[in-house]
């Protein structure tokens, strides 16, 4: 009940000093901003009309520089989808590819190379169309003297699904940015991975670590400090409580803009993966750690400036310094392997000159005595980074299929990454910051 | 069994000795004052009491516990000096808060708020944010909080601070009240005219040592002191009261007998009655506790006597 009564208090704080609606409102702003865009299949026919008006254009304009004297207008006609009422990513293709000539002589000239040509229309549009199945073109017989005609087709799509079939975002219901055509569970996982779990995860732990910040030093004025050390209560439950009472907003404001974002997402694109959810917890238990942070040096200094400043102070040396350098030093411990991995991966493995690079390339960017001091380091230090890790695997797992490489990148990382020691390590850290305030605020006199 | 009880109590902060082996003791039912000039240790002896800030040495109980047991203080009210309520209360919120802290239930608390808060005259604006009250508000909802619980000890450190004579005599009202309720209260105040009028025993600190103690009445007393009056008509027989041994000095329309000691009053009463004069007036005079107050704190501190010289002083 005093925890209660504790909590109550905090929010009135909070809401009259506005820090409540200035958090919650944050929140909103970026699920409005999340919710904000739409995204619109990409169409066939538009596609292919972009296509023609692309290679018409680009001749015109480079046929003086390429020495090309003919120039035809490229032009689709006759399209249709073999299943006219259905999604784009259900139904086939056909249409006739038009190239029209202006004399009936250079129509000629042009259809006599034929052969070379249905190669090189059929390469170029399953460029275009990488998202349809079996596309192929053939010649039809022209209907005009000065055009070629190619028919293209394509049974269906590559995918039955809604979510692989390439997006375009559509800024505020109606500006569509053509430029991006992305599955899209590829903006979803920009949403969810890039910039809520990077990003935002970031700025949302500076600000909620600058606002709740002034809630101890707030409690521990002098004056307010006596009134509540004299009530029957322990020192160190008192500031527990105030500090789980922080926690609490900080959990409750994340559940606003996670579940808010994962709803404003799956809203705009029926993909509703869960692992996002789960970033809830790791982001709780990050900023457990720098709100324990910010609860020591709140109790030492009384000034709220001093906690945030310290708190930003462990976040760049613990989050930035050790966490991304220790995964950049990780890195490096297998650099033969990696170059292996790549030469592989792009076939190379017969290509001698490459071969005689990979036999100088050393097996590890740095000497040992600096992975053993990494490894050390990290051993001890809280692992703020292990939890964007497994963030990541969650999200990943939703939203890429089991090869893809950012998958198998995820898998990696998750796989070198312990539970026990992530949780446990950051989890002594928290009890080691708040039994070292609850000690000093134990004895201090006020 | 004394309710406060402080024996050689100690206490340094740094190379301050704040307090230096008061021993005190304050017993149930009792309005108990405690008197002193700045800096003399009062307000520290209040917080080592309720365990804000830790003895040095020596030893100190409140209600038969070692100071600092949290578990009594739900037994003890407290109004600080400098108290800063959190503005985002409202008076009535900030009751509810303070009494959730001190397990007072919450059907209680929804009944005492309004009640305690009319005692102190703020239910009209007890929904107002504290942030909004003057001074005296402030002062008044922190002698609510200090009584909302029904607190068996009350601990006010300077309660009449910024209240308008008006509130004074109310605040004054509502000790006495609390004491007819059997509570006993712990005063720390400069008004001395104020604690005269209510405390039982007083002691005052100089430098954090008790000088003096003892019961108001005790210590104002002036021993072989009185003030007689007689009814108009009449003329005082001065020369015949000096002749019978005691001395006589004019006192506005009074005049003061002073009597050596063992002597008795008594004589110069049958000598007015003797002569057919109306005794209007016979009283045993007494110190106001502001004199006694002046007197003791400059007897303690011999060769600081001129103005000029204690305005310099450091107050330590
Ligand atoms: N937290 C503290 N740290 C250091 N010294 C302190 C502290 N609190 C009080 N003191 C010192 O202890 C001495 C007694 O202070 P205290 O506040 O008890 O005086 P006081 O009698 O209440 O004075 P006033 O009438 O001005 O309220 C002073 O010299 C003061 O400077
Ligand atoms: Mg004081």
């Known amino acids: 009940m005093k925890f209660l009564a504790i909590l109550k208090d905090s929010l009135r704080e909070a809401l009259d000093t506005k820090v409540f609606y200035v958090m919650v409102g944050f929140s909103l702003l970026v699920v409005l901003l999340v919710g904000s865009i739409g995204y619109r299949p990409v169409s066939v026919e538009e596609d292919a009309q972009r296509l023609t008006d692309r290679a018409t254009w680009l001749l015109q304009n480079f046929a003086d520089r390429q020495n090309l004297k003919v120039v035809p207008l490229w032009s689709i006609k006759d399209f249709e989808k073999t299943q006219p009422n259905a999604e784009p990513w259900n139904t086939g293709y056909r249409f006739a590819l038009t190239l029209e000539f202006q004399q009936e002589e250079e129509a000629k000239q042009a259809r006599a190379v034929q052969g070379l040509s249905v190669k090189q229309i059929q390469d170029m549009m399953r460029g275009q169309f990488s998202y349809l199945k079996d596309l192929k073109v053939s010649t039809l017989p022209p209907l005009d003297p000065k055009e070629i005609r190619f028919l293209v087709a394509a049974e269906g799509a590559k995918t039955s699904r809604a979510r692989d079939w390439p997006h375009h975002p559509v800024l505020f219901f109606v500006v569509p940015l053509t430029l991006w055509r992305l599955p899209i569970q590829s903006y979803v996982l920009f949403w969810e991975s890039w910039i809520i779990n990077w990003v935002g995860a970031a700025v949302a732990l500076l600000i909620s670590s600058i606002i709740t910040a002034f809630f101890i030093p707030n409690m521990l004025r002098k004056g307010t400090v006596d009134l509540l050390v004299v009530k029957p209560i322990a020192r160190p439950v008192l500031l527990l409580y105030k500090y789980v009472g922080g926690l609490t907003f900080m959990f409750l404001n994340t559940v606003v803009a996670v579940v808010g974002i994962w709803l404003v997402l799956g809203l705009r694109t029926n993909i509703w993966g869960m692992g996002f959810l789960l970033g809830i917890f790791s982001l709780t238990f990050q900023f457990a750690l720098y709100y324990a942070v910010s609860t020591l040096f709140a109790v030492l200094s009384r000034s709220p400036i001093v906690a945030i400043l310290m708190t930003c102070l462990f976040w760049f040396v613990f989050a930035l310094l050790f966490g991304y350098g220790y995964r950049f030093v990780d890195s490096t411990r297998k650099l033969r392997g990696m170059f292996e991995a790549e030469m592989a991966e792009a076939q190379l493995e017969k290509d001698d000159e490459r071969r005689a690079i990979k036999d100088k390339v050393p097996e590890k960017l740095l000497p040992d005595s600096v992975y053993t001091v990494a490894d050390a380091i990290h051993l001890v230090t809280p692992r703020l980074k292990d939890l964007d890790v497994v963030t990541d695997k969650w999200i990943l797992d939703d939203l890429t299929e089991p090869d893809s490489p950012q998958r198998k990148g995820a898998d990696t990382a998750y796989a070198g990454f312990s539970w026990t020691e992530a949780i446990s390590v950051t989890s002594i850290y928290i009890v080691v910051l708040l039994a070292l305030s609850c000690w000093w605020f134990a004895r201090k006199d006020y | 069994m004394p309710v406060i009880q402080t024996d050689n109590l100690t206490k340094h902060y740094g190379s301050i000795e704040a307090l230096r082996e008061v021993s005190l003791s304050v017993q149930h039912g009792e309005i108990f004052g405690l008197l002193g000039q700045n800096g003399a240790g009062k307000t520290t002896l209040i917080k080592i009491l309720l365990g804000i800030t830790k003895l040095t040495d020596g030893s100190a109980r409140l209600l038969d516990r070692p100071v600092g047991t949290a578990a009594i203080r739900s037994r003890v009210g407290y109004l600080p000096e400098d108290h800063r309520f959190p503005e ?86 509502i000790m006495q009240h609390l004491k007819s309720e059997g509570k006993t209260i712990f005063l720390n105040s400069h008004l001395l005219g104020e604690v005269e009028l209510i405390c039982d025993r007083v002691a005052i600190l100089q430098r954090g040592e008790v000088i003096r103690e003892g019961a108001v009445s005790e210590l104002t007393l002036q021993h072989n002191q009185y003030l007689v009056g007689i009814a108009p008509e009449g003329r005082f027989p001065r020369e015949d009261v000096q002749r019978i041994g005691f001395s006589v000095a004019p006192q506005g329309d009074l005049w003061e007998i002073g009597l050596r000691d063992g002597q008795s009053i008594d004589p110069v009463v049958d000598l007015l009655r003797g002569r057919g004069l109306g005794i209007r007036h016979l009283i045993e005079k007494r110190q106001t506790l502001e004199d006694l107050f002046v007197e003791t704190v400059e007897a303690a501190e011999p060769g600081v006597d001129r103005p000029a010289h204690r305005a310099r002083r450091p107050l330590s």
């Open chain 2, 88 to 173: 985002y209360h409202t008076g009535a919120s900030l009751l509810d808060f303070y009494g959730a802290l001190l397990d007072v239930p919450r059907s209680v608390r929804r009944k005492r708020i309004p009640e305690t808060l009319e005692m102190v005259g703020l239910k009209g604006r007890m929904n107002y944010k504290i942030g909004t009250y003057s001074k005296g508000m402030k002062q008044r909802v922190g002698l609510a909080q200090a009584m909302f619980h029904d607190p068996d000890v009350i601990f006010l450190d300077e309660p009449t601070d910024g209240v308008d004579p008006v509130g004074r005599r109310e605040i004054r009202a």
